[in-house]
């Protein structure tokens, strides 16, 4: 079995997606079968046209010139149409597999349509939705249509559509798309790669000024839905009940300044941490310095439908974690059980979530083995990766188990 994937962008850019391919592929690989990689203009400007990174070779798309809205993202999928032609020649893949956005489902549709290949599509979040949390439209405007109709069009047509969770296959069952053309590969996560909750570093508790504290904490990109500004507005609340608390804010993103100036107009500038983003390498000393995990994510469309890897992730590492109750999160946790939800976009419930967990430590040793046992039992990427072989099989005509 030889697949072609066709990518938005790829490690070493690091992101939930990016996390989540190269787990993929490197568990493709562990059945046998012969994985190759192709990234859209989108990676960015590249030095080489392949690029090998942690053993896997990316072949890369040159960014066109073309930057405006629509003449730009035609420009997009010329580009990586033209460039995936000629890798296509070069290695004669069985299957042509496109991940989100529709950006490069459709370049892959008038290749494999082309060159007699099947396509599938694997949806991980739909475009016009995340435009939405991006601000750059909104939803019911002619943008937001447009793009819905685009990946419409482009679920149709594939031969298979591959998603992530149940709520996004729902929502492409909901278009008029057959449920026997639509299968799930959920989210995971490599039990291996993740270490249990170790010692704080000393040091870099002192540093940050944590000695003593009880520390809330999130890592990762700072985006809009991530509901990080709720966190700050139910920060107050948490320290009338205990004066020792922190919170702990490491990354980076597009929120980061705004979250900056509220905590300063909240007066809790001084309790809370912002160190920036930090190396991966660095990444495990930072979640050791947290007590309790915060994923207090907004209600919307996106969050709504898309399954996250950061609650996996903690689970992996038996870590404790408050999560709002969106579709997203109550697709993967057991409330009370793997995590605990509160109701989305209420402050009180989540500052009252947090307080309640530090009352009831006895019980987070329970929490923790429950969660690690979920990932190695449940979620793990080959578990998931299995749910590809009878559609690979099928779409090439032969038994790839």
């Excluded at 047509?157 to 053309?181: M, Q, S, W, Y």
């Excluded at 991530?226 to 009338?240: C, R, S, T, W």
């Excluded at 006895?362 to 083995?369: K, L, N, R, Y």
């Amino acid at each position: 079995m030889k697949t072609l994937h066709i990518l938005d962008h790829s490690i070493p850019l690091h992101s939930g997606y990016t996390f989540r391919t190269a787990n993929l592929l490197r568990e493709q690989r562990a059945l046998g079968w012969e994985t190759h990689h192709l990234t859209s203009p989108k990676q960015g400007a590249c030095s080489a046209a392949s690029e090998e990174v942690d053993g896997l070779l990316f072949h890369r798309t040159p960014v066109p010139a073309m930057q405006w809205p629509v003449v730009g993202e035609m420009a997009l999928m010329k580009a990586t149409e033209q460039r995936l032609d000629a890798l296509v020649t070069q290695i004669q893949p069985d299957v042509l597999h496109a991940h989100s956005p529709v950006l490069n489902a459709l370049p892959a549709l008038r290749v494999g349509r082309r060159r007699g290949i099947p396509v599938v599509y694997e949806v991980r979040a739909f475009w016009e939705d995340a435009a939405v949390d991006h601000g750059s439209t909104h939803e019911g405007s002619v943008r937001y249509r447009l793009t819905r109709a685009l990946e419409t069009y482009a679920l149709r047509n594939v031969d298979h559509v591959f998603t992530i969770c149940e709520g996004l296959r729902k929502d492409i069952v909901g278009r008029g798309i057959p449920a026997g053309k639509v299968t799930v590969i959920p989210n995971a996560v490599d039990v291996t790669q993740f270490q249990p909750c170790g010692v704080p570093d000393a040091v870099l508790k002192t540093e940050l000024g944590l000695d003593g504290c009880d520390v809330v904490g999130f890592i990762g990109s700072f985006y809009a839905y991530e509901g990080l500004d709720l966190l700050l507005d139910a920060f107050p609340q948490m320290l009338v009940q205990r004066p020792n608390l922190r919170l702990l804010l490491v990354g980076g993103g597009s929120q980061e300044t705004r979250l900056r100036a509220q905590a300063a107009a909240l007066g809790v500038a001084d309790k809370v941490i912002m160190p920036g983003r930090v190396p991966h390498s660095e990444v495990k000393r930072y979640y050791d310095l947290i007590d309790v995990l915060a994923y207090p994510r907004h209600a919307m469309r996106l969050t709504e439908l898309v399954t996250p890897l950061k609650p996996l992730e903690a689970m992996a590492q038996g870590r404790i974690f408050v999560a709002s109750d969106v579709g997203g999160h109550r697709e993967l946790i057991r409330d009370g059980e793997t995590g605990v939800l509160f109701p989305a976009g209420d402050a009180g419930a989540l500052s009252d979530a947090i307080c309640a967990l530090f009352d009831r430590r006895d019980q987070w040793g329970a929490m923790s083995v429950a969660g690690r046992h979920f990932v190695e039992e449940v979620r793990n990427w080959k578990n998931s990766v299995a749910n590809y072989i009878p559609v690979y099989g099928r779409l090439a005509g032969a038994d790839v188990a």
